[in-house]
């Protein structure tokens, strides 16, 4: 039987607040039966979203599943990983892939060698302010881009408690920085706080430069009664700047027009010019995520985040962390 003639059996592992999201969605996902979840306090009488709990993997791959959606702790996604690939079922892991380089790079084999799909969960790629900006940066209507800024702060979330805010949150920067810019990262220099009182850092600041020169900053936090998500793209004919909170994308074009001010004759820089804020198709960004991976697995063209990628960002946060570490600026190779 072909997947064009039979619904995917799907999985979850892992019912916190990200996996009750995915469940939410697997639930009504179109060609998907969602079958079960994976929790540590499961009981097959227990229901989510209409599908049995379990407390054991093997439980549910007992159902038999095409693919399962990996959102349990960061420190258990290669064991679960490795379990799931063993077993010939195919993966979407939450972002970050892995809380280590070593453990990314074991899950990339692992999955890679049998010929399965597999992804990861950086969702901000499929939110619609960052992928209208990603089409226009690839159409050239920024011109040469200068320079990438992020900002990503907000009051702590205590249900993450085994990474701190250079995995957790600033992955998301790392991906969607090389994504929309279509460049990997050459170098970074971070410096990192610790104010909250747990193991991990709550505050990074983070400099770094892309392949082909561009600037980067990324400033992440979980100290900040303000939450926002912002990103700035500035180039030679003006600046993109995208909310992905509001899934809002605005261009600030450079002024064409004269100054008649005397004062600023003078000045030969960047004036500014006109503002258009766009209007874009609003879809859930973790639907969208789900719809492409599920293509994938039926093997339909599908633009996936791919392991490779996932550990690429894995990278990247680790020479964030070493950067801080040792204050200095660091190659990423």
């Not at 049995?52 to 959102?71: K, S």
């Not at 195919?90 to 060698?113: D, G, H, N, T, Y």
């Not at 011109?143 to 998301?172: C, E």
């Amino acid at each position: 039987m072909t997947a064009a003639t039979r619904r995917l059996r799907a999985g979850l592992v892992g019912l916190g607040a990200m996996g009750r999201n995915h469940a939410r969605i697997l639930s009504t996902l179109d060609g998907v039966d969602f079958v079960g979840s994976v929790d540590p306090a499961g009981d097959p009488r227990r229901s989510a979203y209409g599908a049995p709990v379990f407390a054991e993997v093997a439980e549910l791959l007992a159902l038999g599943v095409d693919y399962a959606v990996v959102a349990c702790p960061t420190s258990l996604h290669e064991s679960v990983g490795l379990q799931l690939a063993e077993a010939g079922v195919c993966a979407l892991i939450e972002k970050p892939l892995a809380p280590s380089v070593e453990a990314a790079q074991r899950l990339v084999e692992a999955f890679e060698s049998r010929g399965l799909v597999a992804g990861v969960g950086h969702i901000e790629r499929f939110n619609p302010a960052l992928q209208s900006l990603r089409e226009r940066l690839e159409a050239g209507e920024l011109g040469d881009i200068y320079q990438v800024v992020t900002r990503r702060q907000g009051p702590f979330p205590n249900r993450i408690a085994d990474v701190g805010v250079v995995k957790d949150l600033a992955t998301h920067d790392i991906d969607l920085t090389s994504w929309v810019t279509g460049q990997g990262y050459a170098t970074v220099s971070a410096r990192t706080v610790h104010k909250s009182g747990r193991e991990h850092e709550d505050m990074v600041a983070v400099v770094a430069s892309l392949e082909d020169g561009t600037v980067v900053n990324h400033l992440v936090n979980w100290l900040s009664p303000l939450k926002e998500r912002f990103t700035a793209v500035t180039g030679a004919l003006g600046c993109f700047v995208a909310d992905t909170l509001t899934a809002d994308l605005t261009f600030y074009s450079n002024g064409a027009a004269s100054n008649e001010w005397e004062a600023l004759r003078t000045f030969s820089g960047v004036a500014s010019g006109d503002m258009i804020r766009y209007a874009i198709l609003r879809r859930e960004p973790l639907l969208v995520e789900h719809e492409r991976f599920r293509d994938a697995v039926e093997g339909k063209p599908s633009e996936i985040v791919t392991l490779r990628q996932g550990l690429r960002t894995v990278e990247v946060s680790a020479a964030i962390l070493e950067s801080a570490r040792t204050c200095s600026t660091l190659r990423v190779d």
